[in-house]
C-alpha cells in the first residue's frame, strides 16, 4: 500500500459524458502527478500540481482538467468523453523535488 | 520523450539473479536514474534510484557505470512474483517538480 488513494476503482460512462477522479496523496505530500495508461500508449505523464498550483503540462486534452485543493487532495475531470479515454488513470504524489513518487493504484474509467 | 533504452523483454530462472539493463547515454549530471515496475496493472511500484554511486536496499541494487551512461538493476534472487514490466526512467525538470517520463520497459518473466 503506497498511501495513494484512488477512487472510483472503476468506473464505466458513456461518450459525451463527464467524470471526475479523485487522488488523496500521502500524508505530508505536497505533490500530485495524474498519468494516463492506455493499451496503445503506455503511462503518459498529464499533468504536476504542487501545493495546489500547477506545476508541469504534459499531454493533457484540452477536455480534461485538475485542480488541487487546500487539503491537497486532487480531482482530474474529463469531459465530453470520447471512447478513446478508456485508460488507467493513476495518480502519484511526493513531498517535491527529488523525493520518491509514490503511485495509487489507478481509477480504470470505461467510455462505452 | 523517455530518454533511457531497454530490452523489450527478458526471461529469468526462479531463484536466479535478474539483470536488467538499461542505457542513458543522455543523461545529465544532476539527473538521477530511477527504477519502478508494474504488475499486471496495478499502480507502478518505486524499486530504486541512484545518482552516481552504487545503491542497494531490500529489493534490489543498483549498477550505474562510472560515465553514467548505463544502468543495471539487479534482483538478487528473483521470484514468480517479480514478474512485471521494469521501466529505468532518468528523472527531469527538478525545478518543474522532477515528473517521471516513462519509456516501454522490460517485461520481466520469471520462469520454474
Known amino acids: 500500500d503506497s498511501g495513494v488513494t484512488q477512487t472510483p476503482k472503476h468506473l464505466i460512462t458513456a461518450t459525451g459524458q463527464r467524470v471526475t477522479l479523485r487522488c488523496s496523496p500521502r500524508s505530508g505530500d505536497l505533490s500530485v502527478y495524474w498519468y494516463q495508461q492506455s493499451l496503445d500508449q503506455g503511462l503518459q505523464f498529464l499533468i504536476h500540481y504542487y501545493n495546489g498550483e500547477e506545476r508541469a503540462k504534459g499531454n493533457i486534452l484540452e477536455r480534461f482538467s485538475a485542480q488541487q485543493f487546500p487539503d491537497l487532495h486532487s480531482e482530474l475531470n474529463l469531459s465530453s468523453l470520447e471512447l478513446g479515454d478508456s485508460a488507467l488513470y493513476f495518480c502519484?504524489?511526493?513531498?517535491?523535488?527529488?523525493?520518491?513518487?509514490?503511485f495509487g493504484e489507478g481509477s480504470w474509467l470505461t467510455v462505452v | 520523450d523517455a530518454k533511457t533504452t531497454q530490452p523489450t523483454s527478458m526471461d529469468c530462472a526462479e531463484g536466479r539473479a535478474a539483470n536488467l539493463p538499461c542505457n542513458h547515454s543522455?543523461?545529465?549530471?544532476?539527473?538521477?536514474v530511477y527504477w519502478y515496475r508494474q504488475i499486471h496493472s496495478q499502480g507502478p511500484q518505486y524499486i530504486i534510484h541512484g545518482l552516481k554511486n552504487n545503491e542497494t536496499n531490500e529489493m534490489a541494487s543498483l549498477i550505474i557505470t562510472e560515465d553514467r551512461k548505463s544502468s543495471t538493476l539487479i534482483l538478487p534472487h528473483a521470484t514468480l512474483r517479480d514478474t512485471a514490466v521494469y521501466y529505468c526512467i532518468v528523472r527531469v525538470d527538478y525545478n518543474q517538480g522532477g515528473k517521471l517520463i516513462f519509456g516501454q520497459g522490460t517485461e520481466l518473466s520469471v520462469k520454474p
Open positions: 502519484a504524489s511526493s513531498v517535491y523535488g527529488v523525493s520518491t513518487i509514490y
Open positions: 543522455t543523461i545529465s549530471g544532476n539527473e538521477y
